[in-house]
């Protein structure tokens, strides 16, 4: 990232060089985010953060108050808001006291003729469960959009599966601030409602635009060169066991919890997150920060949440354990 930004000051950022440069590491980066989702390239867009991804794909269905979406009441509002600010009803279902295997059981409970989308995180970020998106009921004219902020590096995706896939690149996989990816399933269902320079192929100033080919007409970001070149290098570097290894970590690290008397909140065996009471939460979250321990607390829950990447290792759990 240094020496491109480097090379951006010293050299300027224009000409037919530097563009087809920007361009291949444009391209190098949607392979490698393809390959994250294990999903074809075509089906991949260049988004700036899920919340844009699920605003992307609310705003090209074009729902109306007449239709429906069914959620969950542990969604971030990088999902929720999109689904707010949509005209149609959301239905809410209540998972975060049920054991995690029955969400897919209370989603479908919520559904009814009026649904259009189901939209609900794979790993909840307040409880670190998954919501087992796989199992969702399958119906025609229901979309699925599934929020991987917390899956995409941590564990295997199965975007395949679904609609809608959103990725965040700043997190489990380890890249640049406003980073992300959008798979789309089938780019021709889904209207082209928020275009940008880099999603259309050609455009006529009187009548309309074409837009690019596959997932790319949704691409909704212009990366600076460091910016593609830092998400390039940590998608490239992450290791081929990084998901047993944060499965591993994360199972240690709710064992060791428990061992020392904590609620953990997290069922075992779900992802790389881990979620525990600890009374004022923000309050011991600042306490470990000064102790060098990077956690969160989870407003109104009073939990503190751990995540256990494959970067950390038993250690880290020791230290921060000591520092509580």
């Known amino acids: 990232m240094t020496e ?69 009441d542990v969604e971030h509002f990088g999902l929720l808001g999109p689904l707010l600010a949509s005209p149609a009803r959301v239905r809410v279902a209540h998972v975060r006291d049920a054991p995690p295997d029955e969400a897919p059981r209370l989603v479908s409970e919520q559904m009814t003729s009026r649904t259009k989308l189901i939209a609900l995180s794979h790993v909840s970020w307040v409880t670190g469960n998954s919501h087992f998106p796989s199992e969702l009921p399958r119906r025609p004219g229901v979309s699925i959009l599934v929020d991987g902020a917390q899956t995409a590096g941590a564990c295997p995706t199965q975007a395949v599966e679904f609609d809608f896939y959103t990725v965040s690149g700043q997190k489990w996989l380890c890249g640049p601030d406003s980073t992300g990816a959008l798979y789309v399933r089938d780019p021709e269902r889904l209207r082209v409602a928020l275009p940008t320079y ?37 998608l490239e570097a992450a290791p081929e066991w990084r998901y047993e290894r944060t499965r591993e970590l994360a199972a240690y690290c709710r064992g060791r919890l428990v061992e020392a008397g904590h609620e953990v909140i997290t069922a075992p ?30 407003p109104a829950t009073g939990w503190l949440r751990v995540s256990c990447g494959w970067w950390t290792n038993e250690d880290d759990v020791e230290r921060m354990l000591n520092a509580l």
Do not use: H
């Open 4 to 72: 491109w930004n480097r090379r951006d000051l010293a050299q300027g950022r224009g000409g037919k060089e530097y563009f087809e440069q920007l361009l291949a590491l444009r391209e190098g980066a949607r392979e490698e985010l393809a390959g994250v989702l294990e999903v074809g390239p075509e089906n991949v867009a260049l988004v700036s953060s899920t919340t844009n991804a699920c605003n992307v794909v609310l705003a090209g269905l074009d729902l109306s108050g007449e239709d429906e979406i069914v959620t969950t």
């Open 198 to 234: 880099m999603s259309q192929s050609a455009y006529d100033i009187e009548e309309s635009f074409t837009p690019k080919p596959g997932a790319a007409r949704f691409d909704s970001v212009w990366y600076a060169p460091g910016t593609l070149a830092g998400l390039l290098a940590a």
């Open 269 to 298: 065996d779900q992802a790389g997150l881990i979620s525990f009471g600890a009374g004022d939460a923000a309050q011991a979250a600042a306490r470990l920060y000064e102790a060098g321990v990077v956690v969160r607390d989870i």
